[in-house]
């Protein structure tokens, strides 16, 4: 995997080091992808310590090129497969400064190749020194065995599951609010009763056998408009990662207005 930065003065290790890194599990009902397209868009027209500083690259990646889909881009500028946003901000301290890098990527993994790109997007994530890895995945929930399936409210539709590297997460104190995924029926493999998460299972075993800290979201959902559950997992997500709500609000990216269509009339409830 390599890094092509905007700015040649600065490499990788340089931009990266002591960051989270925000992916897209590549997962059910791309999750994944809706929400880090908001928090990037949403970042991006609200701040000036959000920008583009480069594209990763990975030979298991489908290439891609496609039009503007922020509303602070040109209507000329393309977005690529694998785009790195870094987002710095200031911790409710007021001492320390977070580094966030949000990867975008747009295209799936070609067959085959998952765990292989799993295997080098975590030595990456090591080489340039990141804190940890977050990883964003949707799953389906018509496979959730899960003793509280039958309760829909999407706060309790989204779980995490992670560990770090020295024993604890970034922001221990919002985890507490949200439940964790359950164990299967062998009562060690959390993933075993979760369907649809695509890179989450993986990237979860490969940081931890790095001794690498890394957490999953996981959003249980259905196919269709997920807009209303990617702003949920998107505000959870801004909450877990401290970012100042004072300067922040989620706006939806320009290139979503047609991506589900009109909803239906309401004269055909009527």
């Given at each position: 995997?390599?890094?092509?930065?905007?700015?040649?003065?600065?490499?990788?290790?340089?931009?990266?080091?002591?960051?989270?890194?925000?992916t897209p599990g590549i997962s059910f009902a791309n999750m994944g992808q809706l929400v880090v397209d908001l928090l990037v868009n949403s970042a991006l027209a609200q701040s000036d310590s959000v920008k583009l500083v480069g594209h990763v690259f990975s030979k298991r990646v489908a290439p891609m090129a496609g039009s503007a889909a922020f509303a602070s881009q040109g209507p000329t500028e393309l977005c690529l497969n694998m785009e790195?946003?870094?987002?710095?901000?200031?911790?409710?301290?007021?001492?320390?400064?977070?580094?966030?890098?949000?990867?975008q990527q747009r295209t799936s993994i070609l067959a085959g190749q998952s765990a292989a790109f799993v295997k080098e997007f975590v030595q990456w994530a090591v080489d340039v020194e990141a804190s940890s890895i977050l990883v964003l995945a949707g799953a389906d929930n018509m496979l959730c065995h899960d003793r509280d399936m039958h309760v829909y409210a999407v706060s309790h539709r989204i779980k995490w599951t992670g560990c770090g590297s020295n024993g604890r997460l970034f922001n221990s104190e919002f985890l507490d609010q949200i439940p964790r995924l359950p164990l299967g029926e062998?009562?060690?493999?959390?993933?075993?009763?979760?369907?649809?998460?695509?890179?989450?299972?993986?990237?979860?075993?490969?940081?931890?056998?790095?001794?690498?800290?890394?957490?999953?979201?996981?959003?249980?959902?259905?196919?269709?408009?997920?807009?209303?559950?990617?702003?949920?997992?998107?505000s959870c997500v801004a909450q877990y990662l401290q970012v100042p709500a004072a300067s922040f609000k989620l706006l939806l990216p320009p290139s979503w207005s047609h991506m589900f269509g009109r909803d239906p009339s309401v004269s055909l409830f009527l």
């Open positions: 995997m390599e890094f092509f930065g905007q700015d040649a003065a600065f490499d990788a290790k340089t931009l990266f080091k002591d960051a989270i890194i925000v790195a946003y870094l987002w710095s901000y200031p911790l409710p301290n007021g001492v320390a400064t977070q580094k966030v890098a949000l990867i062998d009562q060690e493999d959390m993933w075993e009763a979760t369907r649809g998460a695509g890179l989450a299972p993986l990237v979860d075993r490969e940081a931890m056998a790095r001794k690498l800290s890394v957490l999953s979201f996981v959003l249980f959902c259905a196919e269709g408009n997920n807009v209303p559950d990617a702003a949920y997992l998107a």
